[in-house]
């Protein structure tokens, strides 16, 4: 089956301590991105990757940081996170660009 | 700059009711538009999608035009169904240099028995 997996799906952490949230896609995509959800604010895009070794910034990239080194994998890090990350973060893939886009089912994080 | 604004809700239908949820868009180009669907507990799905002027996306008894004169591109459905409740994203996309989609801020769609 064609999807986008996350892990964890949720996850409650203290102010500093560095996480990892995995993204996989096996739908051999070009394009993979994260976003962030917040209520009122919609979708906000914090880093894209056009493709391996190729990663940009979107609008809301302080505080994480991203790698790309296998196709597949796409995995967002947060070094010292704090309280304002607090969201529900969402990574997608698509074939080629940021068009149509496939989404995981969403990792909820509390910082608490 | 480039920017989504869609109706604010929650928009609350009874079955069988008809649905619009309007989008307007300000771009410096040609977007691309889409509709996502979000259902509860999951994360987005495409759609519906216009990629120039006229083009009328359509899937799942949802129906938007690309009306590049008032630059909107509103959501409509003849007859909504509990299963249809949602968020509803409206967003656009230029390509190119921006690669990104831009994503209005959701509706939600409240469907009743």
């Known amino acids: 089956e064609a999807q986008v997996t996350q892990n964890p799906r949720y996850l409650i952490t203290v102010t500093g301590k560095k996480l990892t949230v995995t993204c996989s896609q096996n739908?051999?995509?070009?394009?993979m991105s994260w976003y962030r959800q917040d209520p009122g604010l919609g979708l906000r895009q914090i880093y894209y990757?056009?493709?391996?070794?190729?990663?940009d910034k979107g609008d809301v990239p302080e505080g994480y940081k991203v790698s790309r080194k296998e196709k597949r994998n796409f995995p967002l890090i947060l070094e010292s996170p704090s309280p304002n990350q607090t969201s529900l973060y969402f990574c997608?893939?698509?074939?080629?660009?940021?068009?149509?886009?496939?989404f995981g089912p969403g990792t909820r994080l509390t910082v608490t | 700059g480039n920017s989504v604004t869609q109706m604010e809700g929650p928009v609350t239908l009874s079955e069988e009711a008809f649905l619009t949820i309007n989008c307007t868009y300000t771009?410096?180009?040609?977007?691309?538009l889409f509709w996502y669907v979000q259902y509860p507990g999951e994360g987005l799905q495409l759609l519906l999608k216009a990629t120039k002027a006229d083009d009328k996306g359509s899937n799942k008894g949802f129906e938007a035009t690309y009306r590049k004169e008032t630059t909107s591109f509103h959501l409509e459905k003849g007859s909504v169904q509990v299963s249809d409740s949602a968020v509803y994203f409206c967003a656009l996309s230029l390509g190119g240099a921006t690669n990104k989609l831009i994503f209005g801020t959701g509706t939600l769609l409240a469907v009743q028995p």
């Open positions: 771009a410096t180009g040609y977007p691309s």
């Open positions: 990757s056009m493709n391996v070794e190729v990663t």
């Open positions: 997608a893939s698509s074939p080629w660009g940021p068009y149509e886009q496939y």
């Open positions: 739908m051999n995509h070009e394009y």
